[in-house]
C-alpha cells in the first residue's frame, strides 16, 4: 500500500489517503509510512477521534496547502461530510481490511466518491456483493508470494452453539491451544467486543 500510495502521490502531485477501521490501526500505518519516508519530504497527517477538532483542522489545511501527502484516518473520515469530501477529491483512497467495516454504515458511502479507490482485504469474497457493485471484483491483485517467510495457513474450524459465551467459545479450542503452545507458536486471540477481551485474558490464564 504505501508503495502504491507513494507513486499515485508524485505522479499526481496530489494527496493520498488511507482509511482504517480501528485507531489503533491508524496509528500503525501512520507510524509505518512516517518511519518509511523519513528524510524525504513527504509529510503524514492522521485524524481519527483521538485528535482534537482544532488539530484536525490544522492537518486538512496543511493537506489542502500540499504541505501533507499522506492522511491516514479512522471511519470518521466516511462518516464526517466535511472529511468524505477530502476522500473524494484525493487522488487515491485506500481503505485497509474493508472486512472490518459495516457495509450499512461506511462502506454504501465510499460509492458515490469519485476518486480512485483501493481496497485491502485477506477475504474478498466476503464482501464479493459490495466489491462488484462498486467494480472492484473484476480488479483484483492477488499476492503471489509474502514478502517474508512463513507457514502456509491451515484453517481449524470448530462448532460452536449461538449465543455461548466467548469464554466457553475458547474452552472449545483449548486441545488446540495446547498443541500449539507445546509447539511454541504464539496466538493470537481476538474478541468481538472490548467487553469480551479481559474475560478471554482470564480464561487463558
Aim: with cysteine; charged share 30%; net charge negative.
Amino acid at each position: 500500500m504505501l508503495r502504491v500510495a507513494v507513486a499515485e502521490a508524485l505522479r499526481t502531485g496530489g494527496y493520498v489517503c488511507l482509511v482504517a477501521p480501528t485507531r489503533d490501526l491508524v496509528r500503525q500505518d501512520c507510524n509505518y509510512f512516517r518511519d518509511r519516508l523519513e528524510a524525504t519530504g513527504l509529510e503524514v497527517g492522521e485524524v481519527h477521534g483521538g485528535i482534537s477538532p482544532g488539530e484536525r483542522k490544522k492537518v486538512i489545511e496543511r493537506l489542502r496547502s500540499g504541505d501533507i501527502r499522506f492522511l491516514v484516518g479512522s471511519a470518521m473520515m466516511i462518516a464526517n461530510e466535511d472529511l468524505w469530501k477530502v476522500l473524494d477529491r484525493s487522488a487515491l483512497t485506500i481503505v485497509d481490511d474493508v472486512n472490518a467495516f459495516d457495509e450499512r454504515e461506511h462502506l454504501r458511502l465510499l460509492e458515490d466518491l469519485d476518486c480512485p479507490l483501493l481496497f485491502a482485504s485477506a477475504t474478498p469474497n466476503e464482501l464479493r456483493n459490495f466489491l462488484q457493485r462498486i467494480g472492484a471484483f473484476g480488479n483484483m491483485i492477488s499476492m503471489k508470494g509474502m514478502p517474508f517467510d512463513v507457514q502456509p495457513t491451515k484453517v481449524h474450524e470448530i462448532e460452536g452453539v449461538w449465543g455461548e459465551p466467548p469464554p466457553e467459545q475458547l474452552a472449545r479450542a483449548q486441545d488446540l491451544i495446547r498443541d500449539h503452545l507445546a509447539r511454541g507458536s504464539r496466538i493470537f486471540v481476538i474478541g468481538r467486543t472490548r467487553g469480551d477481551v479481559p474475560k478471554l485474558a482470564t480464561r487463558l490464564e
